[in-house]
Structure formats: C-alpha cells, structure tokens
C-alpha cells in the first residue's frame, strides 16, 4: 500500500460517523419534530398491521357465513352484513333459487335483480338473468320474460346457460306468433351445440315452427 492512500474500509467508516454526527445535531435542534415523526411513523404501522388483520377476520367471517347461509333468514342476514362480499352474489342467487323453488316468483325475481343491477361483474350474472326470465315467466310478464331470455343469448355468447336461454327464447317467440325468429333462435342452438342437453328440446320446438311458417 503506497503510503498517504486512505483504505476504503476508512473511508466508509468516516462517511458512516460524519453522516451519525450531523443526525445527532440534527436531533438536538429539532427533538420534537423528530419525535412526533417517529411516533407518526410507528401509529402508520399499527394501523397498517391492524387493517390486514380486520381484513383477514372479515374475510374469515364471511366465509362462515357463507357456509352455514342456508335458511331464506340466514341468506338475508348474510346479505345484510356483507353486502360488498364475494359471496353476496352467490347468497343471493340461492335465496332467489330457493324463493322460486316455493313459488314466491316476485321475491325470487327481486334477488335475481338484485345481482344483475349491483354485481355485474360477477361471474353469475348470466344464471340471474335466466332466473329472472324464468320468475317473468311464472308471473305472466311474457315480454319481460323475453327480454331477460334475450340479455342471456346476445350479451352472454359463451355462457354454459346460453342454450337453456335459447330454448326458452324460442318458446316466447312462438307464444308471440314470431315463428320465423324462433327458428332462427333454433337454428342457432343447433349448429352451435347439437349435444347439447337442449338440442332435444329445441328440435322438439320444430314441427310448431314449420307449420306456422
């Protein structure tokens, strides 16, 4: 080592205890306002560590309300309580489910809707739309029964309930007298799903159409 070379190691050190003194002076001149930093610092970890556990016990309760929900009373106060959750969609389509399954169409419908105009990004938008047309269907709205069958065939092309919908559509349209669209509707189910459970259904559906055409 040539003699006046400083080693790194040195160096470093001196960086290290002139950037320590200038924090200690630093501090002395400003004590409180380092203080309330820290403190301020600590009370935004607290809170950040409080809020992930809320969440998790949150999440962890909805879940066991989401699976003990099986009662019309137990699926409305899950409703209730988690009305942004996950499974709020799913709770409302069972209610809806288990509504219509007692014949109280209008209350059925009611939580179907309730999916479609405050969950639409949920993944089971589809069946609530079927099982409006459905409820429609049972009340006599006939047209509002359509429509809902409409919504599940045009806007939801890769839906697993896109040939139950079909079958159903053609149905209105030849209680409307509107058989030329309704083998259009068959047409359609048939060529893009002839295995389907449906296909019978809507090939059952053909004699009608032809005779009227």
Same mark, same amino acid.
């Given at each position: ?106 209350? &059925?419908?009611?939580? #179907? /809707?309730?999916? *479609? +105009? !405050?969950? $639409?990004? @949920?993944?089971?938008?589809?069946? %609530? ?15 509002? &029964?359509?429509?809902? #069958? /409409?919504?599940? *065939? +045009? !806007?939801? $092309?890769? @839906?697993?309930?896109?040939?139950? %919908? ?15 669209? &309704? ?12 295995? @389907?459970?449906?296909?019978?259904? %809507? ?11």
């Amino acid at each position: 080592m040539s003699k006046g070379h400083i080693p790194e190691k040195e160096l470093k050190t001196d960086a290290f205890l002139t950037s320590m003194d200038k924090f200690l002076i630093y501090y002395k001149e400003n004590k409180t306002t380092v203080q309330w930093i820290a403190i301020g610092a600590l009370g935004l970890v607290v809170v950040v560590i409080f809020s992930a556990h809320f969440i998790r016990y949150k999440a962890h309760k909805a879940q066991q309300a989401f699976d003990t929900a099986v009662t019309k009373e137990e699926m409305t106060a899950f409703i209730e309580n988690y009305d942004n959750d996950k499974f709020t969609p799913i709770v409302l389509y069972k209610k809806g489910n288990l509504l219509y399954e007692e014949n109280d169409y209008r209350q &059925a419908l009611e939580s #179907f /809707e309730q999916i *479609v +105009n !405050n969950y $639409k990004d @949920s993944q089971i938008v589809d069946s %609530a739309y079927l099982g409006m047309g459905y409820a429609y269907t049972q009340l006599q709205e006939f047209d509002k &029964a359509r429509a809902a #069958f /409409e919504t599940v *065939v +045009n !806007n939801f $092309k890769n @839906s697993a309930f896109r040939a139950e %919908a079909q079958v159903n559509l053609a149905q209105m349209l030849i209680r409307d007298g509107n058989y030329a669209e &309704a083998k259009k509707v068959v047409d359609a189910l048939l060529d893009a799903e002839p295995n @389907s459970l449906f296909a019978e259904s %809507a090939k059952s559906l053909l004699p009608v159409i032809k005779r009227n055409l």
